[in-house]
């Protein structure tokens, strides 16, 4: 499917994908070091459908965590609807407006011997300074932005059409994350300088590149991979600035360079690598490779310096195609009139032909052997 469901979502603006609890427990359990003592946010999150709230509140006092604030949009489609806390009784949604939890202690309130949803229930009835209203819970709001400078790490799957500008308030106010995006994202002119520079990186991703998000969307996956009630979206990842074990892990590298195996692009001073496995171990220079290498990226390994794109940003092409070359390569490939973008990649000459290739990111090995 690609990232069919997820652009059709951005281009729409519709950014109601509710993650699953079972993914959510598989990224955070390599984070616990970094949340204890610490007051986390999640302002993207009905705490009332979110299974970010449900997380944190369940395993409070296990994190030692200091404080959890989480946040509603008054738009949400589904408030109400999906991922209710299963507290039963009769217990129902306040009204569907903006509003806040905050909670700074998780005890055996009912008496039964354990910490659980029946403790948070009980919280969330009882005590009138854990619920309270907010004006409309976007994150750009005023006041959700004062939530925001009072956190330690924010941690929550924004909304997918604002990724940009939810990162960019990231930046903006200095604060540790781990949130979920497309793994498009990675290279937007906006992320990608972040990536160059370590400011944000990839964590442990989902199973298999895709996963199943709780939404009121169409579904369009395969039978057999079909579930009711939600919507499989390939190409997401995890973006972060905590770190973690994978990131020190090295790519195991056994392939040797041969100009047979590794041809040089016609626009760029580097050479054509497929696969993230089929790097090289010997090579010095310039490497185009696929963007999930990022899933793989160690910053003592390699150097990232840019990436294949249209308007030389990174100051690294060696040629740009005119208009006219651009329309002769079309014709040369298709056998019929059109235009070739060939300034937007990497290009490969293959006899008469000039050819693209996907999105490349420009790297060099910074310890070749020889």
Not at 185 to 202: G, R, S, V
């Amino acid at each position: 499917m690609a990232n069919k469901n997820l652009n059709a979502a951005k281009t729409a603006k519709k950014d109601e994908f509710y993650t699953q609890l079972v993914d959510i427990e598989r990224e955070l359990q390599h984070y616990w070091p970094h949340f204890r003592g610490k007051t986390i946010l999640c302002n993207c999150d009905d705490p009332y459908e979110s299974n970010f709230f449900k997380y944190f509140a369940l395993r409070f006092n296990q994190l030692g965590l200091k404080r959890l604030i989480c946040t509603s949009y008054n738009g949400s489609p589904v408030q109400g609807n999906e991922l209710m806390l299963d507290f039963g009784d009769g217990f129902s949604e306040p009204k569907k407006i903006a509003y806040k939890v905050e909670i700074t202690e998780v005890r055996d309130l009912n008496g039964d011997g354990a910490v659980d949803l029946s403790d948070v229930r009980y919280l969330l009835q009882n005590d009138k300074n854990v619920l309270s209203t907010l004006k409309t819970g976007d994150f750009r709001d005023p006041e959700c932005i004062e939530l925001l400078k009072q956190a330690d790490i924010v941690v929550t799957n924004p909304p997918f059409s604002l990724f940009r500008e939810y990162v960019a308030q990231l930046m903006e106010y200095e604060k540790k994350f781990l949130i979920v995006g497309n793994q498009g994202a990675a290279i937007y002119k906006e992320i990608f300088p972040l990536i160059i520079t370590n400011k944000i990186w990839l964590g442990y991703g989902f199973k298999g590149g895709a996963a199943h998000f709780v939404s009121p969307y169409k579904d369009t996956a395969t039978a057999n991979d079909h579930r009711e009630g939600m919507i499989r979206v390939s190409g997401v990842h995890w973006f972060t600035n905590l770190e973690t074990k994978k990131r020190n892990e090295k790519i195991d590298l056994v392939c040797n360079y041969s100009p047979q195996d590794y041809p040089t692009y016609d626009n760029y001073n580097a050479i054509e690598v497929s696969k993230t496995s089929d790097i090289p171990r010997d090579y010095s220079g310039i490497m185009g490779v696929p963007v999930t290498f990022l899933d793989k990226y160690n910053p003592e390994q390699f150097e990232i310096l840019g990436m294949c794109e249209n308007l030389d940003l990174y100051k690294l092409k060696t040629k740009v195609y005119t208009p006219q070359e651009c329309k002769q390569a079309y014709y040369a490939k298709f056998n019929k009139k059109g235009t070739y973008d060939l300034n937007a990649s990497g290009v490969l000459r293959k006899g008469m032909l000039l050819e693209k290739v996907y999105s490349r990111i420009l790297i060099r090995n910074k310890h070749p052997q020889q």
